[in-house]
């Protein structure tokens, strides 16, 4: 015999549930991740953030085929308001972790483990299938940490009282890299302007020496960019969950850029991330802006000119037969195209929907850039 399942309206409190674990997890994982200097653990929690965040997507999507409200299902009761209230009341990156992956994770896996086994498999499918996935992906988030015993699937949902609201850290300083790595005020002096300008005049590193700290420089700024797009996302709740979901993949694949230039650097240059010194001062001066204006100068212009370079710079390797490297060139420009239209979307919705109001405002804003796309007046 078939178990007998969870009635429609209990099946929809367990997914309210995870909802907000994985709202929680999304948003403060985002805020804390620039302040995490570890690069093994930043990468993680880019990877994870991406994956919890289509997770919430597959939720909210369940949640409406149940005839529940899917952009706010109700509030969290107090016991679950716990959990999550530890979680954002985190005064570090280090005790925010703990929490996520000690607590909050575990609590989600033994949720799902429950409902999984409870569920009736043929009425209830569809959420076989979801909870499957999900469930697989965060065991592996969480696969040296803790366990959890109470079952947060079954607390009861608030329906009659305010949202919950999430708190936001207060803005970034800058972020932080592991202690081996020397952060100075201009980064590394090797790197020159001629690397960084479009057209006839940009110079592709070919040389080893010169493609060691070109791809060192590179991993920074991948993390860098990874770092924004966080802080865009954990600065903005109030932006549709599109928005987030865009962000997330965005982090991640900033991340995953980092990981390629870690590894060829390893590979094959000879290098290592921390052997020369990195600077902040580019990703401050877009931190600076808000969010309209990040996505005009970071997405629609310092990404959009970054396609140029990096098919100009595979081209060029190419011809001398550094396939490898020139390989790292062809995903890069293929992972930009969704980055600069994360711009275009974004920006465009922040203007009231006018594709045309964000290219005039990328326009004004890029006449206050300097020709490698840095603020002329720094
Ligand atoms: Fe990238
Ligand atoms: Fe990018």
């Not at 980092?258 to 650097?265: E, G, S, T, V």
């Amino acid at each position: 015999m078939r178990p007998l399942g969870y009635d429609v309206d209990d099946n929809a409190t367990r997914f309210s549930n995870y909802f907000h674990v994985l709202r929680e997890l999304v948003h403060l994982t985002n805020g804390w991740m620039p302040l995490e200097p570890s690069w093994e653990r930043k990468y993680a929690l880019g990877d994870h953030v991406h994956d919890d965040a289509r997770a919430l997507t597959k939720i909210k999507r369940r949640l409406y085929e149940l005839r529940h409200p899917s952009e706010y299902p109700g509030s969290p009761s107090p016991a679950l308001a716990e959990l999550l209230d530890r979680m954002a009341n985190a005064t570090s990156a280090q005790e925010y972790l703990t929490v996520a992956y000690t607590s909050a994770k575990p609590a989600l896996v033994r949720a799902m483990r429950l409902h999984l086994d409870t569920l009736d498999p043929v009425a209830d499918e569809p959420s076989l299938r979801l909870l499957t996935q999900i469930v697989e992906r965060q065991e592996r988030h969480t696969e040296r940490h803790g366990r959890f015993d109470a079952d947060i699937g079954a607390l009861p949902v608030q329906l009659r009282t305010e949202p919950r609201e999430l708190r936001i850290l207060s803005p970034l300083d800058e972020p932080l890299r592991d202690d081996f790595v020397e952060v100075t005020e201009s980064g590394d002096p090797y790197l020159s302007r001629d690397l960084y300008v479009n057209g006839a005049e940009n110079h592709v590193p070919v040389e080893r020496e010169e493609q060691q700290h070109f791809f060192h420089g590179l991993m920074d700024a991948e993390l860098s960019a990874a770092e924004l797009m966080a802080r865009n996302s954990h600065e903005h709740p109030e932006m549709p969950w599109d928005f987030h979901v865009d962000m997330a993949r965005q982090n991640w694949d900033e991340v995953r850029h980092a990981r390629l230039h870690d590894l060829l650097m390893k590979d094959e240059l000879g290098c290592a991330w921390g052997d020369f010194p990195v600077g902040f001062s580019y990703f401050k001066s877009i931190y600076a802006y808000d969010l309209l204006g990040r996505l005009c100068l970071f997405n629609g212009t310092s990404e959009q000119r970054a396609m140029w370079r990096h098919s100009h710079r595979r081209k060029t390797l190419m011809e001398l037969g550094q396939e490898r490297v020139a390989l790292v060139f062809d995903y890069l420009l293929a992972d930009e195209v969704p980055h600069v239209r994360n711009g275009v979307r974004w920006g465009s919705y922040l203007l009231g929907g006018s594709e045309r109001a964000y290219r005039d405002k990328v326009r004004e804003l890029r006449a206050e850039l300097d020709e490698t796309g840095a603020p002329a007046s720094a």
